[in-house]
């Protein structure tokens, strides 16, 4: 008998209705493997399928292959990224606070889990085949802070126009001050994240002055 067949003998055999909660096993073991390796180079179904308990067929019952359970992984990933920016923003009415809040959530979470995000963002997209981790961010995390930069354009405090380039300006300072931040840590960033916050506000502040 192999390893894989041994181990997956150790787990019993799931009752109806239990494919969800194995998908959701499979997408949390794989998490954690990207996490401890921080390569999706050096996961591969089988590490997945022994972390689970599970045989490697088993795996593609439910992700027809390891790009569609990374993209799994990394569409999670963005749901929990969208959670934060909601809470960053509950309660901040001033709609520049609360921008700003927002992308600092992201700073924050972003570096918290650098593995995950230097993963999700270092994946290349088709142009014109949106996969599921794009759906989900577009669906989500780009909804919210579209509609926070629409509240400071109806505020006046910022010229009226299409929302959609604001928004990925904004959201690309984020972006750089994240992914340099985790990419290099050793360069002088200073207290805390002073930096990235005095970044983003002087950014803000320059679309609002076009």
Request: glycine share 0%; no cysteine; net charge neutral.
């Given at each position: 008998m192999s390893a894989d067949a041994d181990r997956a003998a150790v787990r019993p055999r799931s009752p109806r209705g239990a494919g969800e909660r194995l998908a959701d096993?499979?997408?949390t073991a794989t998490t954690e493997l990207l996490i401890e390796t921080g390569s999706e180079d050096a996961?591969?179904?089988?590490a997945?399928?022994?972390r689970v308990g599970v045989t490697p067929p088993s795996i593609y019952?439910?992700?027809a292959d390891k790009e569609t359970l990374l993209d799994a992984v990394c569409a999670q990933?963005?749901?929990q990224f969208d959670e934060v920016m909601v809470a960053a923003a509950r309660g901040v009415d001033d709609p520049i606070d609360r921008g700003l809040a927002q992308g600092m959530?992201?700073?924050r979470f972003a570096i918290d889990s650098a593995v995950l995000y230097r993963i999700t963002f270092g994946r290349v997209t088709p142009p014109g085949e949106p996969t599921l981790t794009d759906q989900v961010l577009l669906s989500s995390a780009f909804v919210h802070f579209s509609e926070t930069v629409q509240d400071v354009m109806d505020a006046g405090m910022m010229p009226q126009g299409d929302v959609v380039p604001r928004v990925l300006q904004l959201w690309s300072a984020a972006h750089g001050v994240a992914s340099l931040?985790?990419?290099?840590p050793g360069l002088p960033w200073g207290h805390d994240l002073d930096l990235a916050e005095a970044t983003l506000r002087a950014v803000s502040d320059g679309l609002r002055q076009e």
């Open positions: 096993e499979i997408i996961v591969s179904i089988r997945v399928a022994h019952l439910h992700f990933y963005f749901e959530a992201y700073v931040m985790i990419s290099k």
